[in-house]
């Protein structure tokens, strides 16, 4: 079992859950911070991710129209108690409508805070508009500044698509862009000290994520993955990390300051040292499934719920009750773990 210190609940999934309020679990757990994936398509093939070919994408249909979504984005704001909501994918830059999906959003009371995680493919060009339809900040995913290895790693050769997009989202005023990292066992000790420094000459904050298995292929070994301890002595030999002391809260990232005030750079150990107990997060697929942990094996469909005519009360107690049987931890470390079906891609981190 994965070491998750939640004490034991006193009520259990088998009681029924909460008829009205917000998304809790039997832990007493409450998810207010809602990742949505718009697609499961993607412009970058990054090896921890996807396969070279790609994948089977959702069908059109299966999608969730427009329409849909912001029918369930209602729900969770006005019904649900969500106050911020991440738009991700796939890639989210390449699906229809985002800004409209954004804006719709914004005009949702109480306005949640709206974030964006994208590969930064196309951002150049989009950031601005984004602002302006009522986003707040975003994280662009950057594994290397090394233009070689983004190549290899993404199988792509779009390095400087990604520094142009990150240029045009801090000019944007998207502050504090956040620059998300997965470490290549090979050269991500180096990567992650080239792009600290890229970080902090730029005025972008870097976050280290331990590698999860989530990837499309199974490849995922534990003792492969770059693990938070590793990265932070690799970091330690070149830069002065001091822990940040604001408290962290339901964030998970472990925040350092760098070389006094410089910057700040955080790690995420996702897989090493677990953060479930803290979690707050609820999450939507683009075909329309809510999952109550990214390793969950259930889903629960709202979107046929809709297509068969649920009314909102329906809607909302459906999600409550998939929140309500979310487990203690994500099981990455049991001896009995199994890697979910539905890949990171068409899941959304
Ligand atoms: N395409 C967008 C991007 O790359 O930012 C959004 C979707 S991507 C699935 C969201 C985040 O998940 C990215 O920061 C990516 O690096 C991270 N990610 C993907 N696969 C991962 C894995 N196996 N373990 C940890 N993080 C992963
Ligand atoms: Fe695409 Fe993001 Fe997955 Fe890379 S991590 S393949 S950019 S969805």
């Not at 925040?255 to 803290?278: E, K, N, P, T, Y």
Request: aromatic share 4%; with cysteine; net charge negative.
């Amino acid at each position: 079992m994965t070491v998750v210190d939640l004490g034991v609940p006193s009520l259990g999934p088998a009681d029924p859950a909460p008829t009205d309020g917000p998304l809790v679990d039997t832990f007493g757990r409450i998810a207010t911070d809602l990742r949505v994936s718009l697609t499961d398509r993607c412009n970058l093939r990054c090896t921890y991710c996807m396969p070279a070919d790609g994948l089977d994408w959702l069908p059109g249909d299966q999608l969730l129209a427009p329409a849909e979504l912001i029918r369930l984005l209602r729900i969770a704001v006005t019904r649900l108690g969500i106050t911020s909501v991440r738009f991700t994918g796939g890639e989210p830059l390449v699906a229809k409508n985002l800004d409209d999906i954004v804006a719709a959003t914004a005009a949702l009371r109480p306005r949640p805070e709206i974030t964006l995680t994208t590969n930064g493919i196309g951002l150049a060009r989009r950031a601005a508009k984004l602002k302006d339809a009522g986003l707040d900040r975003i994280n662009v995913s950057l594994d290397t500044v090394d233009a070689a290895r983004f190549s290899r790693i993404t199988r792509r050769d779009r390095l400087s698509d990604v520094l142009e997009g990150l240029a045009a989202a801090k000019a944007a005023g998207l502050d504090p862009v956040k620059v998300n990292a997965v470490l290549d066992p090979e050269t991500g000790l180096d990567d992650a000290v080239q792009l600290l420094r890229f970080c902090i000459d730029h005025g972008y904050q870097l976050r280290i994520i331990e590698q999860m298995p989530l990837d499309a292929d199974h490849q995922w070994q534990r003792g492969r993955a770059v693990s938070a301890d590793d990265i932070l002595a690799a970091l330690r030999r070149h830069f002065d990390l001091t822990p940040n002391t604001e408290p962290r809260g339901s964030a998970p990232a472990e925040l350092w300051r760098v070389d006094g005030d410089r910057g700040l750079v955080g790690v995420i150990a996702s897989v090493s040292h677990a953060f479930c107990s803290a979690c707050d997060r609820t999450r939507l697929t683009a075909d329309g499934q809510v999952r109550n942990c990214l390793f969950a094996q259930q889903e629960t469909d709202l979107r046929h719920l809709m297509r068969t005519g649920a009314d909102d009360d329906g809607l909302a107690a459906a999600w409550r009750a998939a929140m309500w049987a979310k487990a203690a931890g994500h099981g990455i470390n049991d001896p009995g773990f199994v890697q979910p079906d539905r890949p990171m891609s068409a899941i959304g981190g």
